[in-house]
């Protein structure tokens, strides 16, 4: 049972970062740029809509990392310092990506672009670090 659980939390944090990342590269790269020949307002009306479908699944991933997270952490004992280390700094760039992530999904926001990006690289950056801790432990 406890091999079910360990590979239910690990699939709920990968799945719960594919989808605050995923989202956030998409949205940048991708919506961004597919409303460029939108008028003004037909454009930030789209985008509101869009950001207001992804705000559910922003709290969804964004509470399946915590719960997950906490699980893997509180059950895989004996880190390093340099792993503690890495960790926080994971953390810190976890609570950037979340504040983000709730900040694009209000409407009315003429930052979203610019804010996406810097999460989606934020994301970017948590995903290598975790595998080198994936490496190291």
Do not use: C
């Amino acid at each position: 049972m406890a091999d079910v659980l360990f590979v239910l939390m690990r699939w709920i944090h990968i799945s719960s970062v594919a989808t605050l990342v995923g989202g956030m590269l998409f949205g940048r790269f991708v919506m961004i740029h597919a409303t460029d020949s939108l008028a003004a307002d037909a454009r930030e009306t789209f985008l509101d809509r869009a950001a207001g479908l992804y705000q559910p699944l922003v709290f969804a991933a964004m509470a399946g990392l915590l719960i997950s997270g906490s699980y893997n952490l509180l059950t895989i004992p004996g880190h390093r310092p340099l792993y503690h280390l890495l960790l926080g700094i994971k953390l810190l760039l976890a609570m950037h990506v979340f504040a983000v992530a709730i900040a694009v999904t209000r409407s009315q926001n003429p930052k979203r672009a610019r804010l996406m990006a810097g999460a989606a690289f934020s994301g970017l950056a948590i995903i290598a670090i975790s595998a080198y801790l994936r490496h190291i432990f």
